[in-house]
């Protein structure tokens, strides 16, 4: 071979290495049914509760009591969600509700700490329970299933201890005010016509929350293009975002013409922003991920497994005692039946909102969405009258179903069903 064909040869080698990022694959119009499908059945279940009801459903006050009514067990949501995904459970979340807001009460109400100070100490408390159960299932070795079995005896045994088997309260006014409370009418109302008034500062901060919504969507739309990843034709994407920032106005509409935005709400919108954010910007999220959908790997890659459940369960343990507080704050008054059964409706929510059984695959958005699903089905049928025996029947037929979902969705990928 000739000297010029050798260095064709390499020069072209050479370019091959170190080739162009790329293209993109054209985008192509498809539908993700377990990631989308949950979204539809919501849209869904809220059409036929309205109807039910008679429009009951959509008023402002109902909303604003969805939201408040149900906002504990959405924050136990978003910790539950992160502790599925890496391949775990947490069957004491409600038992750390109950202990938790029992050790604010005591706090605030038998010593007089003032409440920042005892907001902070019963957060740490709930972070050491989080330890506590992360030890023996990270390091000790000890199934999550046994560790917080045990772990839901225990503090409510705690909580009755700790209560003296009677309640607590009443608790300061900001503790209420986070719970059951409301912005101010910081800018006044604007005329919204037909509607009536509606509070400018809430419609303000919704207009906000869309246009950061559709930025970062765009910007993520950019980087997946520039992986080489397909994505959605331009009208589709378009019209998924004006569809959520239609959603988050309308609420807000609603919301704004009762009583301004729940304090409780604000809060969860900053829960959801900065876990989403942890678990789709972060090499922590990529971890919870990874161990969750194959843990031998996930260490053979390098990455700190038993580091990772721990501090799972740590922030686990956080969220239970921020969710007891404000469920303590929310009844004015700690209880020792406080957050029975909460586990149930937190562990429900994760696997309606679209976590798998066997870990891996879960989104923070999917979770609230999936608590939200329970809290329309309990407000819906309350509205119409239902007995409660029947609103169980209806919630265990809809948890059955979101996890044959799953099953099912995974059979016709051809995934397996067992790591």
Known sequence: MSDTATSANTA???????????????????????QS?????????????????????????????????NSYILILAIGMILIIISGHIDLSVGSVVGV??????????????????????????????????????????????????????????????????????????????????????YLGNVALGPLGGADLFSLLAAAAATAALAVTQWRTRQARQGYGQTVDPLPVFAGKLIAAGALIMAVTVQLARFHNLPWVLVLLATLVLGYSLL????????????????????????????????WLFVNMGVLGALAGVIFAGRLNQAGPTAGNAFELDAIAA???????????????????????IMAVINNGMSLIGAPSERVMLVKGLVLLAAVAFDIWTKRRSGAPLLR
């Not at 003296?164 to 912005?183: A, E, H, K, M, W």
């Open 279 to 310: 678990t789709g910007r972060t090499v922590f999220g990529r971890h919870i991920y990874a161990v969750g959908g194959n843990l031998q790997s996930a260490v053979l890659s390098g990455v700190k497994a038993k580091s990772v459940v721990f």
């Open 350 to 372: 994760a696997f309606i909102g679209g976590a798998a059984v066997q870990g891996g695959v879960g989104k923070v958005v999917g979770a609230i969405t999936g608590g939200l």
């Open 37 to 69: 499908g949950i979204y539809v059945a919501f849209a869904l279940i809220v059409a036929l509760f309205t109807v039910l009801t008679g429009g009951d459903l959509l008023q402002p006050q109902n909303i604003s009591n969805i939201i408040v009514q």
């Open 100 to 185: 938790t807001g029992a050790i604010a009460a005591v706090l605030m109400v038998n010593h007089d700490v003032p409440w920042p100070l005892a907001l902070v100490l019963t957060l740490v408390a709930g972070a050491a329970i989080g330890a506590w159960q992360g030890y023996w299932t990270a390091y000790f070795g000890i199934p999550s299933f046994i560790v917080t079995l045990a772990g839901m005896l225990l503090f409510r045994a705690l909580t009755l201890t700790v209560l003296g088997n009677q309640g607590i309260g009443p608790f300061p006014d900001p503790v209420r005010t986070l719970s059951n409370g409301f912005t101010g009418s």
């Open 12 to 34: 072209g080698a050479k370019s091959a290495a170190a080739g162009p990022r790329r293209s993109a694959p054209p985008p192509r119009l498809s539908f993700n049914l377990r």
